[in-house]
C-alpha cells in the first residue's frame, strides 16, 4: 500500500518561498525511482489544478503559468519528491496536494489528474501579508 505524506505548506507572506516534500512509504526506493511523482493544487472555491509533475525515467512538466517560479525536484534514494516554490503570491494559496503513478506516463498524461492512482492529504499554502 503506497502512502503519500506531504509537509512543509504553511503561511508566508507575497514574495516569499516555500518548499513542500512529499515522502513515499510503501514503496522500495529502486520502485520509486520508476513512479511518476505530481503537485496538484486546489484553491478555495475552484476545481484541482496541475502544478508539475516528475518522471521517474527523467524529465520534468509544469504549469505554464507557474513555469520559472516553481521547481520540482526528487530524492530516489528518500522516496520523496520536492516543490520549490518562490515568489509567491496570493493566488497561490491553496490546498496542495502529492500523486503518484506506477503507470510510466507519457508527457501529455502528466497533467492528468485520472492517471494518478495515489494522493496525498493534502498540504495548506497561504500566502498573505
Known amino acids: 500500500q503506497v502512502e503519500l505524506k506531504e509537509s512543509g505548506g504553511g503561511w508566508v507572506q507575497p514574495g516569499g518561498s516555500l518548499r513542500l516534500s512529499c515522502a513515499a512509504s510503501?514503496?522500495?526506493?529502486?520502485?520509486?525511482?520508476?513512479?511518476?511523482m505530481a503537485w496538484f493544487r486546489q484553491a478555495p472555491g475552484a476545481e484541482r489544478e496541475f502544478v508539475a509533475a516528475?518522471?521517474?525515467?527523467?524529465?520534468?512538466s509544469y504549469a505554464d503559468s507557474l513555469k520559472g517560479r516553481f521547481s520540482i525536484s526528487r530524492d530516489n534514494a528518500k522516496n520523496t519528491v520536492f516543490l520549490q516554490m518562490n515568489s509567491l503570491n496570493p493566488e497561490d494559496t491553496a490546498v496542495y496536494y502529492c500523486?503518484?503513478?506506477?503507470?510510466?506516463?507519457?508527457?501529455?498524461?502528466?497533467?492528468?489528474?485520472?492517471?494518478?492512482?495515489?494522493w496525498g492529504q493534502g498540504t495548506q499554502v497561504t500566502v498573505s501579508s
Open positions: 510503501g514503496r522500495t526506493a529502486n520502485s520509486f525511482r520508476g513512479d511518476d
Open positions: 500523486a503518484a503513478s506506477r503507470g510510466q506516463l507519457i508527457l501529455s498524461q502528466l497533467r492528468v489528474q485520472n492517471e494518478y492512482e495515489y
Open positions: 516528475t518522471r521517474g525515467g527523467g524529465g520534468t
